[in-house]
């Protein structure tokens, strides 16, 4: 097969490696396709995305205990086994918009786990109580600083509260 117009498709060729170099961060409507998709709230998936890593999809961070935090959402490298499971790799978890579907997954795992409560999303982090209940907080203070925050803040000892976050 001859091609008529070799230059165009070297030029789509050239726009699509481009656009995958410079790929921009997750776009407002992957929060909130994830967040429908995964029934959690898209507003505590965007002040995640801040906590972790200012919206910065290219953002990697090597933890003290050699695991690797990867993308916007920074999803930690022990969920990998589990992960490549539905064909996740690093390179999947570096991609913004994935890797906001598989914060909402894991999210909603913890709500499965503690309830629609502040428990769930600290749990985000780590399940360790104190800082579980740390990271809650902070999620509670960008949210009212946005002018987000919902009905009830976290409990000082992290409760189970009866309020949705």
Not at 9 to 28: D, H, M, R, S, W
Not at 134 to 141: D, E, G, L, S, V
Request: overall charge neutral; charged content about 15%.
């Amino acid at each position: 097969m001859k091609l008529r117009h070799p230059s165009r498709l070297l030029l789509v060729a050239l726009v699509c490696a481009l656009g995958a170099f410079f790929a921009p961060p997750a776009q407002a409507d992957c929060f909130d396709d994830a967040a429908a998709y995964q029934h959690v709230n898209p507003y505590v998936l965007r002040a995640i995305a801040w906590l972790e890593s200012r919206n910065r999809p290219e953002a990697t961070h090597l933890n003290d205990n050699g695991s690797v935090d990867y993308g916007v959402m920074q999803i930690n490298s022990i969920h990998l086994h589990e992960l490549s499971r539905y064909n996740i790799s690093r390179t999947t978890l570096m991609q913004p918009c994935q890797n906001v579907y598989i914060a909402a997954w894991h999210l909603h795992r913890m709500m499965e786990k503690y309830g629609n409560t502040w428990a769930a999303i600290g749990a985000y982090h780590s399940q360790t109580p104190a800082e579980r209940d740390a990271y809650a907080h902070k999620i509670a203070r960008i949210l009212a600083g946005w002018n987000e925050v919902p009905p009830q803040q976290p409990a000082a000892n992290g409760d189970r509260q009866q309020h949705s976050p």
